[in-house]
């Protein structure tokens, strides 16, 4: 596994969606990339973090509103092309 494969995923490493196979060899690479392993620390640490203090965030209305349109239209798009 290179960098590139690793970085790619590394949300599906963090939220255990990976297998054992798949995940051990993102951890063999973490392992010898220094600058990987820092990577995913960050985006775990950051993600505990949201984790912690999402409940307290909440986005701009006009941000939900353009986030929520845009999952309609996607899911539209996706019936359509059943």
Do not use: S, W
């Not at 775990?44 to 353009?66: K, N, Q, S, V, W």
């Amino acid at each position: 596994m290179n960098c590139h494969e690793a970085a790619a995923r590394v949300y599906e490493y963090l939220d255990r969606e990976l297998t054992p196979e798949v995940a051990l060899e993102i951890e063999r690479h973490l392992e010898a990339c220094p600058a990987c392993y820092d990577h995913f620390e960050f985006q775990r640490a950051f993600l505990e973090l949201l984790a912690r203090r999402g409940a307290a965030i909440r986005a701009p209305e006009e941000l939900r509103r353009r986030v929520e349109e845009l999952l309609h239209k996607d899911q539209a798009r996706r019936n359509t092309a059943e």
